[in-house]
Structure formats: structure tokens, C-alpha cells
């Protein structure tokens, strides 16, 4: 087992060195940082200063090791737009996309496993049919889209509930929740459904596959031979070993909900990172741009690494003798 | 003859397909009495383990009985619903199937599983319920069995759960196991200790054993009686040495050439000219004519019905050609 | 216990035996006419009221955009049909509609059933190519990988590993910022259909990368292949002829479904204004258009566009799913 996590280490450290190149590659050559930072009329020469001063003709490797290195110390330089340190805006934009994530995720689970359970068990209830039609529905509506029609029903028709922001916020040190207060939730429901609603889609149906696959193995008709109750057997045996995968793909799906937490933040005018990263593309703010690549796959790596931990805490076949599973989402 | 433990008449098993229905299990009759082995043998695709599962309840959907019946003890049991069969499975008909490898769940320990099975069918607290888990655990021959309780099957080799897979067949002292080629996955080496664990097991504890195989070794090792499958169909029934000595049946015949001499390494079934026919394109008559070096013309247009000329029944034109249906 | 006729069970795409190893081939239209409604997916196809559904709005969004110079009642890009009196109209049947604009105009005055139709078009002809460009992309990678082996083999994994574990929409995204940051202004405006393709593309191979190689390696280490080495000819070649028909069900299944995720990329790109300019509005590009009516009422100008946009990806998804049931029993 430890021989595969520190295999899983090293492999998160290859795909950050990766990303870190592209980051410093973004950041490098993708238009010029000198003209990003002076006015027109600068002259050539100080132009030359800074360029020198910043270590702009340094060769390659030596700026790699210096983009690496401040990175590391949370150091990505200013915002072209906003002129105040990337990591500032970060940190100050962090906990509304977290809270969303999380939130959205919470949603998706609590609704997606149970349907996924019931679509499987009861295939051919009316109930299931209906999961199964919602489901396909879900995955055809464009996230953007559902967030519109859900504002266009619930804020501007029904007048329920809020149609951008966050509400009000409770500081707590610096972390700004939106858990603490009525209209703070209020905000948050049509977000959070918005973000969820393809992730609910998506576990449901692979808890369903997952679930079928796994009533048609042996163990599972061995333990219906042994007498067990249907229960025992549905939800004793074919839910633990359908649980397996579905953790780790639901894991791994974690990071892509904060990805895609871009579209909703847009659509309510959300204010996370997702909302900075959009505007910070629509501007060419690239130290922006790279910096929220490389917290997303710093987040995504972390993920990874938790997802495969997990895994293997689940699997008694993996615990013994370092496993050879690789816990990537393909199967 | 004593009172039948279970008693199949006239089953008939489809799965409905989109080009008709699929007779996998064509009319088979068949008797066990308390605490023998009958061995089921033929091909695979023969219906023999569709008939096992149909006995049990557990036939895989589509598939459904569309006529025959099936008593357990007198009792009706195609008849039963889902909650009425949890009582007959694992309680008075224990099953032991073909892969040990991929019959326990993996991610249960194997003492977990046995105690499970033992407390749904008896009254038993937790810790009874190991002690006799224990106790089952030794009585496949498994070493240590303390040491083994909570280890995981993957850590078992193949023999070894399949013993496992014995114990937990066993948990509630059924009446009847029914035991789908539980050697065949297991090596030449084991499959000797397999079945002689079970035939042990079985006599120690009054239990009776349908053994499906296809191993004609197995059978005239294990069985009491056999009754020999083709194309859903039996075709050929009676005590085990009269069978296997002086059989009637040309298929029957047949299979006997596959008898392993000397120890050697069994084979398989196909030393007779051509294969048997697909469920559907089971031809007319007997289905065996295509291939049967005696077949005469009626044998091409009239199914023979399975006649009794003690100690065999048989189902052939040729060979058993007078008297009425068994 | 076995079943009658034992289905796979292995985690391979099961694929039907190409043709002219399993059943003896019948020859021309005919033939191909009798063996298509005799087959497998031509059943279910039938059997499936859904899909024959599904197909048919499939193939009327595709026919009527394609045809949109034809069907549209005007032409959303002339500039003389624009009339701004006409602008905010609601849908023929609301009051204050007009019978020549059947689903309203937005606040240009454009009809918006034209401008659906055109938008489509865009939406179409960009998700298409996407889908052709990855596919390329993924297949020629995958059987590089796949036969090549080694660090190659490692390298592109690697990278495919990497690629997946962010977001498609993630990667576009990227990929346009960078065009956005390497191209001069008024250069990337006109390219803008280009950087969406391949960033589409691009955030979209591994699939298919993944599913060519597999089926690769197990080519590889066929005998035929191991002879035509000891021939002289080049395996590669061979395999790929071998291995190409095998994999065509399955990265059909996945361009069906990818083709669906690349219209929705499209228009979430589109939306959030990093997609094609006003100039070229598709789906999202209309969608975005109408979102800033929204709250003044004229909720037709974002609702009617996204509807097409459902109904297109829907009916898509439909029979992709179809397909991949079709093709793959084990799922059934």
C-alpha cells in the first residue's frame, strides 16, 4: 500500500510540473507582460530596465525555477486588470466557489444515489422511467441554460429567490459564508442546483450501471442461493461493491464541478473564482489565468489523491500487497 | 424406492427472444430421494444447469418455467413468491456453483459471510453464529480455521473457497444442495479432494446432492444415480454403475468412451461425431439423430418418450423401443 | 449456472463480428439492404419508439438548418430585413404577436425562427467538425500508442491521463484564452470559428485515444500480424486494417455522443462570450443575446434558441445511447 501511494505521489507531482509548465508558458509567451504593465509612452530603454529588473532574459529554465518557486510561496504576480497581487484575488474569491462546489455537490449525491438504487432495483417502475427520462434530460441541458431557465421561473417569474449573488456573507476570519444567513442560503439554492444537476445526472446513471453490473455477478446470485433477504442482498452486498467505483469517479468528478463552476458563477454573477477566470480571459489577464490553472490542478490533484487513498481503504484487495489498480476514471 | 426428496416433473424452462421463445429445459423429469447424489450430465447447453436453476428459484430473467412442476418435500415450489422462496434457499436447498473465485464477495471476510448466511436462516446471536462458522470452517478441511475466520476470500486460493463456498452451502443443514460443476473451475489436483469433500459432507449430514457436470469422472466417482442431458432433453436415467457399465443410450455410449482410464486427464465430451444442436434448431424427432450412428427412420419424426425398462430409462427408438412413457 | 447463450463479460466494448470473417457475405444493394434490417441494431431500432422518435427530430433540426436558406422566412444576416420598429415582437400567439414572425424577434428585429435555423446551422457545422477533428486526433493517437508501445505509448497516456482529469470545458476554455493572448484582435475575430473547433477538438481525442488503443494492443499480438513481420510488410498497416473495423462501433457510439457534448461546448462557450462573435451567432451566441432581456420580460429571445438547443442535443443523446445499447448487449 505504501509503495502505491507514493507511486500516486509521484505521479500528482509529474501532472503539477506539467501544469506548471503550461502556467509558465502562458505566462511567458502568450502576449508581452512588459506592455501589459506600462502606458504607451514608456520609452524603449525602460522598457529594457524593467524587462531586465524582472528577470525577463533570464535564460528559460532559470524563469521556469523562479515561476515554480514563487508559486509555491502563493506568489503569482499582479493582476494584469486588477493591478493587486493574483493570490489576493484568489484567496478573497475562494470560499464562494468552495461553498458553491460543495453545496452542489451535497445536492447531486443526496438525490443521484437513491435514484441511481431505485433505477436499478426497480427497472421497470414508472418511477424508475421517469429517473431515467429526467436523467437524460439533465445531461442534454446545457448547465449555462438550466441556470437561466431556473432564474427565469424562480427570480424573475415567481419572484422566489434571488437571481445573481451571493447574499449576505458572514466574515469569519478569511473565509466569507453564506451558510450563516437566510438570504445567504436563499442565494445559494439556484446556484447549487444549477451545478448539480448534470453531476446528479451523472452519479445516478453510474450508480445504476455500477449497480446492475454488479446484481449480475456471482456473488451477488451465490448470496440470493444462500437464502439472504432481498434486502440483505441489495443493500448489504450489491450496494458496497457498487459504492467502489462510484466513489472514485464522484471524487474525481469534484474537480470538474468546481470547473464548472465558471458557467453557474457567470450565469448568477457568482462571485468565485470561476467569475475572476472568465473575466480574466475576456481581458487576457494571464497571471490570473495561470494562477487559477494551477490551484484547479492543485485541487484536481489533491482530489486524485484522496479518491485513491479512499479506494484502497474500501477495497480489502487493494490493502494487501500494494495494488496494482490504477484509480483512474477509465475503466 | 423411499419417498422423493424433490421431485421435477415435466419442466419446461424458455427465454422468450425476439425470433420465439428458447427451450433450454425441454419436459425433464426427475427424482432425488433423501441423501443421494444424482449426477446431471451432458454438454454444456444441454439444459443442466438451467434445471438447477429452475429447482432453486434462480433463473436468470428472462427465463421463466413455462409448465411442469417442481415439489420439495411435497411442497410446491415453482409456485413460490420471492419472499416465500428465501426460505427454501440456503434453508432446505444449499447451492454451490462453478466459480469459487467469483462466487464470495470481496469485499466481505469470509467469516462475515458465514455468519450472515447462519444468522438468516437460524436463531443464532453473533457469537454462536462464529462459533458455528468455525465449527463448518474445519469441516471443509480448512487449516487454522480460527486464523482464516476473518481473512478476506482473496487471500483464499481456489480450493480453498470453494471449501468456503461448501460451508456456507451447508450453514443451515439443507436437505438438498444443488452443485453446478463446482470442480470445474479448480485444478485437476483439487477437483479429486472437491468432491469427495462433498460427497463426505453430504453422507455425514443426510444431505442430497444434484451434481451437474459434464465430467463423466466426476459422476462415476461421486454419483448414486445419473441422468444424462441432451438438448434440453433427458434422455437417459438409472443407477450410476448400471449407466455407466451397460447403457442403452447411444449418446450414453457415447459419453462413456469419455471416461477417463488410468487417472489420466479427462476429456471432454466431444469425441462424438458433430455437436449437439443449439436450442433452436433442436431437429425433430430425437434430437440426438443427427449424430446417432443407429438412427432410424422414425427416430427422424417421433421425440421417443423416456421409457423405464428397470434399471434404466431411456429414451430411444432403437434401443428401448416398447412399453409406455415413464 | 450458464445461460443459454453466454453474453460477454469482460469489460471489453463488445463489437459485432466484422463481416467478412462471421456470416458469408451477401454482395451489393441488396444484399447490404437485407443484412442492415435483419440485424441487431435495426431491431431495437424498431423496437424502440423513443428513438425512432428521436430520430426523426434529429433529422428534421439537421435537415431545416441545413436548408435554412431555403426554409428560413428571412434571412437574419441582410441587413435591409432588419426593421427596429419590429424589434421585442413576442411569439404569434402572445398578445401583440405577429403572424410573420412565428416565434417573436429579438431586439434587432430579427425573426427569430430564421435566426434559430441559422444558428443551428452554425452550431451543427462547428459541433461536426470538433467531433472530426478529435476524432482524427484521438484515433491516429490511439493507434500510434497502441502499436507503437514503449515510452511513445507511456508518453501519450500520460498526457491523455493528465487531459482527463480536467474538464473538457476547462481545456477549451484555455485553449482560447491562449489564441486570445497569441492572436492579434481583429486576426482572432475571424478565426474565432477555428480556435472554437480545435479547442473543441482538442479537449476531446482522449476518448477515442484510449478506446483505438486498447483495441490496438490486442491486434498487435495476433498472429497475422506476427506473419506478415516475418513477410516483410508493415504490421502497422495491417493492424490498422484489422483493427480500424473493430473499433468503428464503439468511436462511432463516442462521436455520436461527443457530438452532443460538442454543440453544448460550443454554446456554453458562445455564452460566456469566448465563442463565435455576434456576427456568426449560433445557439449560445442567440442564448447570451437574449439573457440580458430576461428581466424586462422578453423572455422569448432567450427561451425559443435554448429550447432548439435542447431539443438538437437531446434527440442526438437519444440516439447515441441508442446506438451504444445496440451495440453493446451487456448493457441492455
Same mark, same amino acid.
Given at each position: 500500500m505504501a509503495t502505491f501511494i507514493v507511486r500516486r505521489l509521484l505521479q500528482s507531482v509529474l501532472v503539477m510540473v506539467v501544469v506548471a509548465l503550461v502556467g509558465f508558458a502562458l505566462f511567458a509567451y502568450v502576449g508581452d507582460p512588459i506592455n501589459n504593465m506600462v502606458?504607451?509612452?514608456?520609452?524603449f530603454e525602460d522598457r529594457e530596465r524593467l524587462r531586465e529588473d524582472l528577470g525577463l532574459n533570464d535564460p528559460a529554465p532559470v524563469q521556469f525555477l523562479r515561476f515554480v518557486g514563487n508559486a509555491v510561496q502563493g506568489d503569482f504576480g499582479l493582476s494584469y486588470r486588477h493591478g493587486r497581487p493574483v493570490a489576493d484575488l484568489l484567496v478573497e474569491r475562494a470560499p464562494a466557489t468552495l461553498e458553491l462546489s460543495f453545496a452542489a455537490g451535497v445536492f447531486a449525491l443526496l438525490v443521484g444515489v437513491p435514484m441511481g438504487i431505485h433505477t436499478a432495483l426497480w427497472r421497470q417502475s414508472w418511477l424508475a422511467k421517469a429517473f431515467l427520462t429526467i436523467s437524460l434530460i439533465g445531461i442534454s441541458l446545457p448547465t449555462f441554460l438550466i441556470g437561466i431557465l431556473l432564474i427565469l421561473v424562480f427570480a424573475v417569474w415567481l419572484g422566489w429567490m434571488p437571481s445573481f449573488g451571493r447574499g449576505e456573507v458572514v466574515q469569519i476570519g478569511w473565509w466569507s459564508t453564506g451558510f450563516l444567513t437566510a438570504s445567504g442560503l436563499k442565494a445559494m439554492v439556484l446556484p447549487a442546483i444549477t451545478l448539480g444537476l448534470f453531476q446528479m445526472t451523472l452519479i445516478m446513471r453510474l450508480v445504476r450501471a455500477e449497480m446492475l453490473e454488479v446484481l449480475r455477478t456471482d456473488y451477488i446470485k451465490f448470496a440470493r442461493a444462500r437464502g439472504l433477504s432481498a434486502r440483505a442482498v441489495n443493500f448489504g452486498h450489491a450496494l458496497k461493491n457498487t459504492l467502489v467505483p462510484v466513489i472514485t469517479i464522484t471524487g474525481l468528478q469534484l474537480g470538474s464541478v468546481i470547473a464548472f463552476a465558471i458557467i453557474t458563477e457567470t450565469v448568477f454573477q457568482w462571485p468565485g473564482m470561476g467569475l475572476l477566470f472568465m473575466q480574466a480571459i475576456e481581458f487576457v489577464d494571464i497571471p490570473v489565468m495561470a494562477a487559477y490553472l494551477v490551484l484547479v490542478a492543485a485541487l484536481f490533484v489533491m482530489i486524485n489523491l484522496v479518491v485513491d487513498i479512499l479506494y484502497v481503504i474500501v477495497d480489502p484487495r487493494l490493502r494487501i500487497g500494494g495494488g496494482a489498480v490504477g484509480g483512474g476514471g477509465g475503466r | 424406492m423411499t419417498e422423493s426428496l424433490l421431485s421435477v416433473r415435466d419442466l419446461i424452462v424458455e427465454f422468450p427472444t425476439r425470433r420465439g421463445a428458447l427451450r433450454v429445459v425441454d419436459g425433464v423429469s426427475l427424482d432425488i430421494v433423501p441423501g443421494e447424489v444424482l449426477g446431471v450430465v451432458g454438454e454444456s447447453g444441454a439444459g443442466k444447469s438451467q434445471t438447477g436453476a429452475a429447482i432453486i428459484g434462480l433463473l436468470e430473467p428472462p427465463g421463466r418455467i413455462v409448465d411442469g412442476t417442481v415439489h420439495l418435500e411435497g411442497e410446491r415450489l415453482d409456485t413460490l413468491s420471492g419472499d416465500q422462496w428465501r426460505r427454501v434457499r440456503g434453508r432446505r436447498i444449499g447451492a454451490v456453483f462453478q466459480d469459487p473465485l467469483t462466487s464470495l464477495n470481496p469485499l466481505y471476510t469470509v467469516g462475515r459471510q458465514l455468519t450472515e448466511t447462519i444468522r438468516t436462516h437460524l436463531d443464532m446471536t453473533e457469537k454462536q453464529a462464529r462459533a458455528r462458522a468455525l465449527e463448518l470452517l474445519g469441516e471443509v478441511g480448512i487449516p487454522a480455521a480460527a486464523d482464516r475466520l476473518d481473512a478476506w476470500p482473496h487471500q483464499f486460493s481456489g480450493g480453498m473457497r470453494q471449501r468456503v463456498v461448501i460451508a456456507l452451502a451447508l450453514c443451515a443443514n439443507p436437505r438438498l444442495i444443488i452443485a453446478d !460443476?463446482? %470442480? %470445474? =473451475? $479448480? /485444478?485437476v489436483s483439487i477437483q479429486a479432494q472437491i468432491t469427495a469433500l462433498l460427497k463426505r459432507l453430504c453422507r455425514e449430514h443426510g444431505t442430497a446432492v444434484m451434481l451437474i457436470t459434464h465430467d463423466m469422472g466426476v459422476i462415476a466417482e461421486t454419483a448414486d444415480r445419473v441422468a444424462v442431458m441432451y438438448a434440453g432433453r433427458l434422455v437417459e436415467t438409472g443407477p450410476v454403475d448400471d449407466l455407466v457399465n451397460r447403457p442403452r443410450h447411444p449418446y450414453t455410449e457415447g459419453l462413456m468412451g469419455c471416461i477417463p482410464t488410468m487417472h489420466a486427464r479427462p476429456v471432454r465430451? /466431444?469425441?462424438?461425431e458433430g455437436a449437439m444442436p443449439a436450442p433452436r434448431a433442436v431437429p425433430p424427432g430425437c434430437a440426438f439423430h443427427p449424430r446417432c450412428? $443407429? =438412427?432410424? !427412420?422414425?427416430c427422424t419424426s417421433e421425440r421417443p418418450p423416456l421409457v423405464a425398462r428397470p434399471p434404466l430409462a431411456t429414451a430411444c427408438w432403437v434401443r428401448s423401443p416398447d412399453g409406455d412413457a415413464a | 449456472m450458464t445461460r443459454p447463450r453466454a453474453r460477454p463479460t469482460t469489460g471489453e466494448p463488445v463489437v459485432p463480428a466484422s463481416s467478412d470473417l462471421a456470416a458469408p457475405r451477401r454482395t451489393g444493394v441488396t444484399g447490404a439492404l437485407v443484412r442492415a434490417l435483419d440485424s441487431d441494431v435495426f431491431y431495437s431500432f424498431r423496437r424502440s419508439p423513443v428513438t425512432l422518435v428521436a430520430a426523426l427530430v434529429a433529422v428534421l433540426l439537421i435537415g431545416a438548418s441545413l436548408a435554412a436558406p431555403l426554409v428560413a422566412p428571412t434571412d437574419p444576416f441582410a441587413l435591409e430585413t432588419l426593421d427596429l420598429m419590429a424589434a421585442f415582437t413576442p411569439p404569434m400567439w402572445a398578445e401583440g404577436g405577429e403572424s410573420v414572425f412565428p416565434l417573436g424577434t429579438d431586439d434587432q428585429g430579427r425573426d427569430l425562427l430564421s435566426a434559430i435555423l441559422y444558428g443551428m446551422r452554425i452550431s451543427l457545422a462547428v459541433g461536426a467538425a470538433s467531433v472530426v477533428f478529435a476524432m482524427l486526433l484521438g484515433v491516429g493517437l490511439g493507434l500510434l500508442a497502441g502499436y507503437a508501445g514503449g515510452w511513445v505509448d507511456a508518453l501519450i497516456m500520460r498526457v491523455a491521463d493528465v487531459q482527463l482529469s480536467f474538464p473538457a470545458i476547462l481545456i477549451a476554455l484555455l485553449v482560447d484564452g491562449v489564441a486570445r493572448g497569441l492572436l492579434p484582435r481583429d486576426l482572432h475575430h475571424d478565426m474565432a470559428i477555428y480556435v472554437i473547433i480545435f479547442a473543441i477538438g482538442v479537449s476531446g481525442w482522449v476518448q477515442y485515444a484510449r478506446t483505438v488503443r486498447g483495441s490496438t494492443m490486442v491486434e498487435k499480438n495476433r498472429e497475422y500480424v506476427m506473419a506478415a513481420i516475418i513477410m516483410g510488410l508493415h504490421p502497422g498497416l495491417i493492424a490498422l486494417r484489422h483493427v480500424l473495423p473493430n473499433v468503428m462501433g464503439p468511436v462511432l457510439v463516442i462521436a455520436t455522443i461527443h457530438l452532443a457534448v460538442a454543440v453544448i461546448t460550443e454554446a456554453t462557450l458562445s455564452f460566456l462570450g469566448v465563442g463565435l462573435p455576434p456576427t456568426e451567432p449560433s445557439l449560445g451566441t442567440l442564448i447570451r443575446i437574449g439573457n440580458d432581456f430576461l428581466f424586462s420580460g422578453e423572455w422569448w429571445i432567450t427561451v425559443f434558441p435554448g429550447l432548439a438547443l435542447v431539443l438538437l442535443v437531446l434527440s442526438v443523446n437519444l440516439l447515441g445511447d441508442w446506438l451504444r445499447d445496440a451495440l453493446n448487449p451487456k448493457l441492455r
Amino acid at each position: 500500500m505504501a509503495t502505491f501511494i507514493v507511486r500516486r505521489l509521484l505521479q500528482s507531482v509529474l501532472v503539477m510540473v506539467v501544469v506548471a509548465l503550461v502556467g509558465f508558458a502562458l505566462f511567458a509567451y502568450v502576449g508581452d507582460p512588459i506592455n501589459n504593465m506600462v502606458g504607451q509612452d514608456t520609452s524603449f530603454e525602460d522598457r529594457e530596465r524593467l524587462r531586465e529588473d524582472l528577470g525577463l532574459n533570464d535564460p528559460a529554465p532559470v524563469q521556469f525555477l523562479r515561476f515554480v518557486g514563487n508559486a509555491v510561496q502563493g506568489d503569482f504576480g499582479l493582476s494584469y486588470r486588477h493591478g493587486r497581487p493574483v493570490a489576493d484575488l484568489l484567496v478573497e474569491r475562494a470560499p464562494a466557489t468552495l461553498e458553491l462546489s460543495f453545496a452542489a455537490g451535497v445536492f447531486a449525491l443526496l438525490v443521484g444515489v437513491p435514484m441511481g438504487i431505485h433505477t436499478a432495483l426497480w427497472r421497470q417502475s414508472w418511477l424508475a422511467k421517469a429517473f431515467l427520462t429526467i436523467s437524460l434530460i439533465g445531461i442534454s441541458l446545457p448547465t449555462f441554460l438550466i441556470g437561466i431557465l431556473l432564474i427565469l421561473v424562480f427570480a424573475v417569474w415567481l419572484g422566489w429567490m434571488p437571481s445573481f449573488g451571493r447574499g449576505e456573507v458572514v466574515q469569519i476570519g478569511w473565509w466569507s459564508t453564506g451558510f450563516l444567513t437566510a438570504s445567504g442560503l436563499k442565494a445559494m439554492v439556484l446556484p447549487a442546483i444549477t451545478l448539480g444537476l448534470f453531476q446528479m445526472t451523472l452519479i445516478m446513471r453510474l450508480v445504476r450501471a455500477e449497480m446492475l453490473e454488479v446484481l449480475r455477478t456471482d456473488y451477488i446470485k451465490f448470496a440470493r442461493a444462500r437464502g439472504l433477504s432481498a434486502r440483505a442482498v441489495n443493500f448489504g452486498h450489491a450496494l458496497k461493491n457498487t459504492l467502489v467505483p462510484v466513489i472514485t469517479i464522484t471524487g474525481l468528478q469534484l474537480g470538474s464541478v468546481i470547473a464548472f463552476a465558471i458557467i453557474t458563477e457567470t450565469v448568477f454573477q457568482w462571485p468565485g473564482m470561476g467569475l475572476l477566470f472568465m473575466q480574466a480571459i475576456e481581458f487576457v489577464d494571464i497571471p490570473v489565468m495561470a494562477a487559477y490553472l494551477v490551484l484547479v490542478a492543485a485541487l484536481f490533484v489533491m482530489i486524485n489523491l484522496v479518491v485513491d487513498i479512499l479506494y484502497v481503504i474500501v477495497d480489502p484487495r487493494l490493502r494487501i500487497g500494494g495494488g496494482a489498480v490504477g484509480g483512474g476514471g477509465g475503466r | 424406492m423411499t419417498e422423493s426428496l424433490l421431485s421435477v416433473r415435466d419442466l419446461i424452462v424458455e427465454f422468450p427472444t425476439r425470433r420465439g421463445a428458447l427451450r433450454v429445459v425441454d419436459g425433464v423429469s426427475l427424482d432425488i430421494v433423501p441423501g443421494e447424489v444424482l449426477g446431471v450430465v451432458g454438454e454444456s447447453g444441454a439444459g443442466k444447469s438451467q434445471t438447477g436453476a429452475a429447482i432453486i428459484g434462480l433463473l436468470e430473467p428472462p427465463g421463466r418455467i413455462v409448465d411442469g412442476t417442481v415439489h420439495l418435500e411435497g411442497e410446491r415450489l415453482d409456485t413460490l413468491s420471492g419472499d416465500q422462496w428465501r426460505r427454501v434457499r440456503g434453508r432446505r436447498i444449499g447451492a454451490v456453483f462453478q466459480d469459487p473465485l467469483t462466487s464470495l464477495n470481496p469485499l466481505y471476510t469470509v467469516g462475515r459471510q458465514l455468519t450472515e448466511t447462519i444468522r438468516t436462516h437460524l436463531d443464532m446471536t453473533e457469537k454462536q453464529a462464529r462459533a458455528r462458522a468455525l465449527e463448518l470452517l474445519g469441516e471443509v478441511g480448512i487449516p487454522a480455521a480460527a486464523d482464516r475466520l476473518d481473512a478476506w476470500p482473496h487471500q483464499f486460493s481456489g480450493g480453498m473457497r470453494q471449501r468456503v463456498v461448501i460451508a456456507l452451502a451447508l450453514c443451515a443443514n439443507p436437505r438438498l444442495i444443488i452443485a453446478d !460443476e463446482p %470442480t %470445474t =473451475a $479448480l /485444478d485437476v489436483s483439487i477437483q479429486a479432494q472437491i468432491t469427495a469433500l462433498l460427497k463426505r459432507l453430504c453422507r455425514e449430514h443426510g444431505t442430497a446432492v444434484m451434481l451437474i457436470t459434464h465430467d463423466m469422472g466426476v459422476i462415476a466417482e461421486t454419483a448414486d444415480r445419473v441422468a444424462v442431458m441432451y438438448a434440453g432433453r433427458l434422455v437417459e436415467t438409472g443407477p450410476v454403475d448400471d449407466l455407466v457399465n451397460r447403457p442403452r443410450h447411444p449418446y450414453t455410449e457415447g459419453l462413456m468412451g469419455c471416461i477417463p482410464t488410468m487417472h489420466a486427464r479427462p476429456v471432454r465430451l /466431444d469425441q462424438i461425431e458433430g455437436a449437439m444442436p443449439a436450442p433452436r434448431a433442436v431437429p425433430p424427432g430425437c434430437a440426438f439423430h443427427p449424430r446417432c450412428p $443407429l =438412427a432410424v !427412420e422414425r427416430c427422424t419424426s417421433e421425440r421417443p418418450p423416456l421409457v423405464a425398462r428397470p434399471p434404466l430409462a431411456t429414451a430411444c427408438w432403437v434401443r428401448s423401443p416398447d412399453g409406455d412413457a415413464a | 449456472m450458464t445461460r443459454p447463450r453466454a453474453r460477454p463479460t469482460t469489460g471489453e466494448p463488445v463489437v459485432p463480428a466484422s463481416s467478412d470473417l462471421a456470416a458469408p457475405r451477401r454482395t451489393g444493394v441488396t444484399g447490404a439492404l437485407v443484412r442492415a434490417l435483419d440485424s441487431d441494431v435495426f431491431y431495437s431500432f424498431r423496437r424502440s419508439p423513443v428513438t425512432l422518435v428521436a430520430a426523426l427530430v434529429a433529422v428534421l433540426l439537421i435537415g431545416a438548418s441545413l436548408a435554412a436558406p431555403l426554409v428560413a422566412p428571412t434571412d437574419p444576416f441582410a441587413l435591409e430585413t432588419l426593421d427596429l420598429m419590429a424589434a421585442f415582437t413576442p411569439p404569434m400567439w402572445a398578445e401583440g404577436g405577429e403572424s410573420v414572425f412565428p416565434l417573436g424577434t429579438d431586439d434587432q428585429g430579427r425573426d427569430l425562427l430564421s435566426a434559430i435555423l441559422y444558428g443551428m446551422r452554425i452550431s451543427l457545422a462547428v459541433g461536426a467538425a470538433s467531433v472530426v477533428f478529435a476524432m482524427l486526433l484521438g484515433v491516429g493517437l490511439g493507434l500510434l500508442a497502441g502499436y507503437a508501445g514503449g515510452w511513445v505509448d507511456a508518453l501519450i497516456m500520460r498526457v491523455a491521463d493528465v487531459q482527463l482529469s480536467f474538464p473538457a470545458i476547462l481545456i477549451a476554455l484555455l485553449v482560447d484564452g491562449v489564441a486570445r493572448g497569441l492572436l492579434p484582435r481583429d486576426l482572432h475575430h475571424d478565426m474565432a470559428i477555428y480556435v472554437i473547433i480545435f479547442a473543441i477538438g482538442v479537449s476531446g481525442w482522449v476518448q477515442y485515444a484510449r478506446t483505438v488503443r486498447g483495441s490496438t494492443m490486442v491486434e498487435k499480438n495476433r498472429e497475422y500480424v506476427m506473419a506478415a513481420i516475418i513477410m516483410g510488410l508493415h504490421p502497422g498497416l495491417i493492424a490498422l486494417r484489422h483493427v480500424l473495423p473493430n473499433v468503428m462501433g464503439p468511436v462511432l457510439v463516442i462521436a455520436t455522443i461527443h457530438l452532443a457534448v460538442a454543440v453544448i461546448t460550443e454554446a456554453t462557450l458562445s455564452f460566456l462570450g469566448v465563442g463565435l462573435p455576434p456576427t456568426e451567432p449560433s445557439l449560445g451566441t442567440l442564448i447570451r443575446i437574449g439573457n440580458d432581456f430576461l428581466f424586462s420580460g422578453e423572455w422569448w429571445i432567450t427561451v425559443f434558441p435554448g429550447l432548439a438547443l435542447v431539443l438538437l442535443v437531446l434527440s442526438v443523446n437519444l440516439l447515441g445511447d441508442w446506438l451504444r445499447d445496440a451495440l453493446n448487449p451487456k448493457l441492455r
